[in-house]
């Protein structure tokens, strides 16, 4: 049986859309559900959910962590916090994943404290999913980018370890069958980007089990190239959050043009669909989740903006992401590489 | 007399563009100019162009770096290309600045080879003006972001001497009054980023000649919150060539509607100035070039898709660069600094 924890409270809209996508997806599968927060908050939503009582075990807490919350010394006086204790039920065993739509940073710190990481592993890695296709083409198209913020600069094992990370989540998790990794770089070349980079691209080039497609550049993250995208934090949350500044933008010309007059207004409504795919390609709450990668179990944040379609989503995952046993593959490829190959002659 | 080296052959439209700008130019000041490249090419423009033929000297030279050439091996074998040329004649004082819109890496390597840094600064950067105002505001307004990727990595002197020269170039060539200066970050808080950042944070705030405003983030890049922006090369390069590929996106989307029938080219057309006006905030060719600081002299890269009207702007900025003696004020303010300063205390 497997046994989702999720954090109650965490996200602009909870605890309602919480418990509205909890319930959604009690309807799909057979999982059962803790529920970490606030009692008081959450009992009239939980009464009207519907959700099996049987299922769900709920655990009150009176703490919480606010979105925009500083972060330090959150460990020493916030334990009680809905995520803390979600992650020590996890480390525990008492649930088999994690999920929070609350303070990114929350939850990668409630990670790292109480799950331990898989074996050989040193660094866990937040991996953003964000849509990624070419305007050009149609359907649907995202790309997985890691590390979004987890870590802060990376040697070269640790990015090696992401792209394996990355492969088995792109693979098993959303599908792709031969996922094209790409080391996010300043350049395309193989020579590119230092020692540390240039190391990492040799190591996946030699990797046969994955599709190692090279090195890929700032304007390349939008043209939809490759599935995963590769590198340390600092760099993927920056990335990351140009992109999220994008899409504002799009929202601010959206209004501007609205609020124009007449002409524009028709112009708005006729253009509004071509508009609103591009805000529909960049608009996160579309697709669920961001895992923490490299832990012994997962943890995964939603959105701070989800919906209940988005939790719905992210708790899903993390059902699918535990019944295939994707902890349990990173770690065993991860093993496998580890004993193949010796870092240390990469080491600066 | 100021003497501008230009790069005849560099860009997408040399050298054609490059003389039509130079000529524009010519009839503003009384600056002499050192043109480079094939004269066969060259000539039949330079009639046309009506320049005196007593303020330009022309150097012959049949060879060339293309925009999108590898750059190795390069110093060895293109000992002739324009801008190694052009960055000689400037480090033997026959020329006081060099302009190219010819391939970033081949003007930095030249002046990286050719040009002596100046005393006390270790690292050279390249600024790059984007466009950065809030679409909710009017006006024009841009913001210089450097290095964009004439280094891979910094450490805290680098980063501060970055911010120093950022300051100088904001207030005494674009006008900038009391530049806001910021810290690209993963976060906003003083504490973020790792050793490096924190380090150069603390420096930053302790200068009370620049306004050091503190960390932005990613998002914070389209909102015009900063007059400067401080990062490392691998950061920069990565988080301009996003920004370019986003104005890549528009293009697409626009073309897309455009192309997809009466309904939509009916909005296009009155929707355009909205389009239009983001487009036009996110298009390099606005704004002249980018100059390469912490050389005794300055070299300016041009986009390489630059027109003529960008062109005369990157070789008047050149030209009042050298006037306004933009290297010594860096090299005088950071002499200071680096006496006042222990940068050692900051070592990891």
Redesign the interface.
């Known amino acids: 049986m497997v046994k989702i924890a999720i954090d109650g409270m965490g996200g602009d809209f909870a605890p309602e859309v919480i418990i509205a996508g909890l319930s959604d997806v009690s309807k799909e599968t057979d999982a059962e559900f803790i529920l970490i927060g606030d009692k008081k908050k959450m009992d009239p939503h939980l009464k009207k959910s519907g959700i099996d009582p049987g299922r769900i075990e709920v655990i009150h807490t009176d703490e919480n962590i606010e979105m925009g919350e500083?972060l330090?010394g959150t460990l020493e006086t916030k334990q009680d916090a809905p995520v803390m204790i979600g992650a020590k039920l996890v480390s525990e065993k008492r649930a088999d994943a994690l999920v929070s739509a609350g303070n990114t940073?929350a939850v990668v710190l409630a990670a790292s404290k109480f799950i331990p990481m898989i074996q050989g592993i040193e660094r866990g890695a937040l991996a953003t999913i964000y849509p990624s296709k070419?305007?050009?083409s149609d359907g649907p198209d995202i790309s997985l980018l890691l590390d979004a913020?987890a870590t802060?600069?990376c040697n070269v094992k640790h990015l090696v370890h992401f792209a394996l990370m990355g492969h088995f989540y792109s693979k098993n998790i959303l599908g792709i069958k031969e996922p094209r990794i790409a080391l996010?770089?300043?350049?395309s070349?193989e020579?590119k980007?230092?020692h540390v980079l240039t190391s990492v691209y040799k190591i996946l080039k030699g990797i046969s089990e994955i599709n190692f497609i090279g090195n890929v550049?700032?304007?390349?993250?939008?043209?939809g190239v490759a599935d995963v995208i590769v590198c340390e934090?600092?760099?993927g949350?920056?990335?990351?959050?140009?992109?999220?500044?994008?899409a504002?933008?799009m929202d601010?010309?959206g209004k501007?043009?609205y609020d124009s007059g007449v002409?524009?207004k028709?112009?708005?409504?006729?253009?509004?669909?071509?508009?609103k795919e591009?805000k529909r390609r960049m608009d996160y709450t579309e697709y669920g989740g961001a895992p923490i990668l490299g832990f012994q179990k997962l943890c995964i944040v939603a959105h701070g903006k989800s919906n209940s379609k988005a939790v719905r989503k992210a708790i899903k995952v993390a059902e699918t992401s535990v019944r295939n046993g994707l902890c349990e593959q990173i770690r065993d490829s991860v093993t496998e590489l580890n004993m193949k190959l010796s870092f240390s002659e990469f080491d600066e």
């Open positions: 500083s330090s940073g070419d305007l050009n913020g802060i600069h996010l770089n300043m350049g070349e020579t980007g230092g550049e700032g304007y390349d993250l939008l043209r934090g600092m760099i949350n920056i990335s990351i959050k140009i992109l999220e500044g994008v504002g933008s601010v010309l501007k043009a002409r524009n028709l112009g708005m409504a006729l253009l509004s669909n071509g508009l591009l």
